[in-house]
Every structure is written in structure tokens, then in C-alpha cells.
DNA sequence: TTAAAAACCGATTGACGGTCGGTTTTTAAG
DNA sequence: CTTAAAAACCGACCGTCAATCGGTTTTTAA
């Protein structure tokens, strides 16, 4: 999924808004970085037709909102990743988080490990079907 | 880092590989996609110029390789999608990790639980400094 | 019915990757 | 030292796509 600069940050705003229309949505972005209505009006368009935006018009205008959560999303980017490389989805993962571990606080860590301990519930579970 | 198609595919014949110069790139390609060796070196290049690629002259070409690792790359593809949606790297990744935990197997569950392990001992230490 | 508001459309611009021919530079052989 | 071949390098062009916005059509509500 290939995002623009404007894309990206319209999407933001709306994870933390949750629900808006194109003159909220140009409202907030005219004072940040001018542009017109029509320009936020299209990047909405845009993103509700690459699926990333639900939409629907209530008296007026469309109200738009994010058709997937911010963490979802980044999920399925970092498994994109993963595949767009043709690496080893649970190797590359374990390599990246590696990397990024020291990003890591502690109660992060226990909550990893809790998802570990969930995960090798299902794996088992899964096995004895 | 934003890359295109064929940049990608010759960033990973160049991890499988390790070294080699255009012609022998140019030889891989041109079986299975055809264009011209111009392409291989421009996309050689530009990769070069991008800072993926090393590369020096023995004898009559530039040998190049791969600057940066594949697992080492993808981490920091990673990291750089997590600041880019200006989310908590810590908490991103979490969520990441939950939507892709499925993808682990039992034995790269527990070697994600001993990095967990090392990077404690390692907030431990970087804390009684 | 109609004026305003919003959606929609089409054109333009700017980046950027891919593509390749032609020119310059480098190399090594004679 | 000369020179032919090999490779690097340069510049041009194309296609795609996000950003941009004016103008037209459609919708809404007074």
C-alpha cells in the first residue's frame, strides 16, 4: 500500500479523530499547510477508494472514517514488508524486532512475553484439531 | 526508504549473492525479464547512490554488494513505518507482533523469548549505569 | 423552485523508477 | 604510445501516481 505525504497524514487524523467530514478534515489542515477543500476532498476520495476509509453521508456530507486501526494497519504493512522481500516472515520478524528491541521498556517485554504465551496456547491448540 | 520493483529484486540477488558486477547482474536479469544492461547498471546505481550498495572498482568494474543486511534492513523499514505514523514504537510493534504472532512456530516463539530475556538483562545493566 | 453546499471530473504539475542510446572514461593489449 | 574494447556516465524520455485546484454536476434544504 503506497501512501503520500498528504495520505498519511489525513489518515492520522483520522485514527485520532475518528469521524469527520471533508470541511473538518480541511479545516485542520488549511491552518497546518494551506492547500483547498478540493485537495482534501480528493486525498479523501483517494484513500476511501484504496479501502482505507469507510464513508457515509449523513444529511450533507460524507462523514469519513478509518476502515481498519492504526495498529492493524501497521501490522499488515510489516507483513508486507516481510513479504515484499521474499524473507522468512517469522525469521525477518524476530530479526526486526532485534533491532528495534532496545525500544523495548519492561512493561512492554511482559507484554510480549504474555503474547507469546498466548500464541503457544493456540499453536498447540491448533495441533490437537 | 521508498524502492522501486526492480531495485527491490536487485537488492535481493545481491543479499544471495554477496558480490558481483553489472554484466553478471545484467546476465540474471535479462533471462527472466529482459532490458537492457544500461537498466542493471542505472538500478546499480541508484542503489549505490541510496546508500544499499558498496561497491569498488577491481580491475575493469565495480564489484558491488550489499551495504546493510537483509534482517538489519527490514528492521529498519520497520522502525521508520512505525515514526512515520508518528505511532509508540514500543506499543506499535506489540500490535504488529499480535496481527502477525499466528505466522511463529513453537521454536521461533522461544527464540523471541530469549531475546526478550537478553534485552531485559540489557535495561537492567543500561539502568545501573 | 432555487441557491448553496458538496461531490465529482478533468487537467496539470512534480517526483521518481525504469529504460536505453550515445558519449566519455578507463583499462589493458599490442 | 596507440588503440580497441569494456565499462561508466549522462541525458532524454516514458509511465505511474500523489498533489493540486478550477469548474461542472449533483444533492440538499430552505
New binding site residues.
Partial sequence: M????????VLQYLWETEVA???QVYAYFEKR????L??I???L??LFK?GLLK?D?Q????QYQAAIERDTFIGQLIKGLTSEFNADKGNSLLAAFTSVSPEFNEDQLERLEQIIEDQRDKNKSDGSV
Fill in positions: 503506497q501512501l503520500g505525504e498528504l495520505e498519511k497524514q467530514d471533508a470541511k499547510r494551506g492547500g483547498s478540493s485537495t476532498q480528493s486525498t476520495d483517494r484504496k464513508r453521508k444529511g450533507h456530507a460524507f
